[in-house]
């Protein structure tokens, strides 16, 4: 079967830094994706990874090892407003987005 | 309409009626879909669409039906609601669906 796993629950500090595992087991891979979740509101995007390595967009990075089945989000300088679940998403060898239940980041002052 | 539309965006439901979810998207993506979106869980595919005129069925397709009669919409149907579609329901696009999809603001649905 499919499988995306990410903690269910981490808790930061602002200012701090905080990385978001996920491990996946997929039918095909054709890239991960990381998106960011405010309570009530929509997933939106953050990051796309396909091939190994580091991506950085500002405050955050996102890192894939398609040998481990392993990614992870980096936030730096975290900020009241991260407070938020993150999705990690895999798309499979059909194109379908396969997702993880979200891992819900709280920051504290 | 900027992005992708769903309507209602709430919605109280007597178990066994019919309701059709509304989806609208003007970025001409090819791709649509349906998720929804249980505490604990991960967002489910129950429905999408890789082009106009053709749909697929997802992780969890029964007791819903989808139609994707032009590229811009996209609704939902539950044909006879039950307690267990109590859930909040995200439709999604993308184009050629290898890029990151856009989400429209989800339908909070209730059936009672």
């Known amino acids: 079967g499919q499988n995306i796993d990410q903690p269910t629950e981490m808790t930061a500090t602002e200012g701090a830094i905080v990385q978001i595992n996920c491990t996946y087991q997929t039918s095909g891979f054709n890239g991960l994706f990381w998106y960011q979740q405010h309570a009530g509101e929509a997933p939106t995007f953050l990051s796309y990874?396909?091939l190994d390595g580091l991506e950085e967009k500002g405050r955050f990075s996102s890192f894939l090892s398609r040998s481990k089945g392993y990614s992870y989000l980096l936030l730096k300088e975290l900020q009241m407003k991260d407070s938020a679940s993150y999705l990690c998403?895999?798309?499979?060898?059909?194109?379908?987005?396969?997702w993880g239940a979200g891992t819900k980041l709280i920051i504290k002052p | 309409i900027a992005g992708i539309t769903q309507a209602p965006t709430s919605q109280i439901l007597a178990a066994g009626r019919r309701m059709t979810l509304r989806c609208t998207q003007d970025m001409r993506h090819n791709a649509m879909y349906w998720y929804r979106q249980d505490l604990g869980l991960g967002l489910r595919l129950i429905h999408y669409?890789?082009?106009?005129?053709?749909?697929g069925k997802g992780e969890v397709p029964d007791g819903y039906s989808v139609s994707r009669a032009n590229t811009d919409d996209f609704p939902l149907t539950l044909a006879s609601a039950v307690p267990s579609q109590t859930s909040v329901y995200f439709c999604?696009?993308?184009?050629?669906?290898?890029?990151?999809?856009?989400f429209g603001q989800g339908t909070r649905l209730t059936v009672v």
């Open positions: 669409s890789n082009t106009a005129g053709t749909t």
């Open positions: 999604a696009s993308s184009d050629r669906g290898t890029t990151e999809a856009f």
């Open positions: 998403a895999v798309m499979d060898s059909n194109y379908q987005l396969i």
């Open positions: 990874n396909v």
